[in-house]
């Protein structure tokens, strides 16, 4: 059955990670390390309350047992957790560098690529539809680079950096709260360190009263964020949590040209537009699988 509860968490979720560049904008002049390093830190004890909220201390336990028995499997969440760190660090890095555009653009194309990645590494079949999609997220890409002469490396960073990420994720077969959170307790000493080394540097600006009230803020705003995400897994069917994952980047790309005033001209279109019906192909590909994978089980249970 269908959980609207799920749905409107799910939605939040996107929402919340949506609004964030706009809040990271307001702490400027910091930079895109010192502002990851706090979110690191702001938001750990926010994953530890979604431990508690959903009665899991067991299930980390026994995680973060079975990973420190095991040097191979420790040194793959150690890799994950720096992969992660990059992209975590590029999301509060690009709204300080006027590059929103360009993360929206990179989470546009990224189911797309992880289509790609699950036909070349798990020899998943194209369904006509996911073919066709891809095909115009290629032409999307290439009227990018006959145009700028480039893809932006913050596209290109996010819509190649995620797959290998996932993948690695997928072979550790690791409870996905657990594993996030192994990641964050990873990253947490480089944290402390960079906040640390710049913390003179910083001075004049952490002594502004305006910035105890963001950080924080950007703290509640991403646990509040993973909270409503965990929370939109455990009661959504993963098709259709999947498909609201789509929300996202369309946020994102409201945002960046609404709220933080960057410029998209015409051109940009022969860009984007390819690219969005590749994303509408994918939804109506997804929402059709799961509508058939919901009418053969019903019709299991009748028979």
Known sequence: MLSGRGVMLSVSASV?????????????????????????????????????????????????SHVLHRPALLGSVLLCAAMLAVQLWLFVWAPLQQRMLDVSLGYFLLPLTMVLAGRTFYKERLSPLQTAAVVFAAFGVAHELWVTRALSWVTALIMFGYPPYFLLRRRLH??????????????????????????????????????????????????????????????????????????????????????????????????????????????????????????ARYTRESL
């Open 16 to 64: 919340m990670f949506s609004v964030m560049p706009a809040l990271v904008a307001q702490l400027a002049p910091l930079s895109g390390l010192d502002v990851f390093a706090w979110r690191i830190l702001l938001t750990l004890p926010g994953t530890l309350v979604i431990v508690t909220a959903l009665r899991r201390w067991d299930v980390l336990s026994r995680t973060l």
């Open 174 to 295: 690791l409870d996905s709260l657990s594993g996030f959170i192994m990641e964050m307790l990873a990253m947490a000493p480089v944290a402390v360190f960079l906040i640390w080394s710049a913390w003179t540097h910083n001075a004049p600006v952490l002594a502004e009263p305006r910035v105890w009230f963001w950080l924080p803020a950007l703290g509640l705003l991403s646990a509040g964020a993973l909270a409503s995400t965990f929370a939109a897994a455990r009661l959504l069917p993963i098709g259709l949590y999947g498909i609201l994952g789509y929300v996202e980047p369309v946020l994102l790309f409201a945002v960046s040209i609404l709220l933080l005033g960057e410029p998209f001209t015409a051109q940009g279109l022969g860009t984007y537009v390819p690219i969005w019906i590749g994303v509408t192909l994918i939804v109506f590909d997804s929402v059709r699988t799961l509508r058939r994978q919901r009418a």
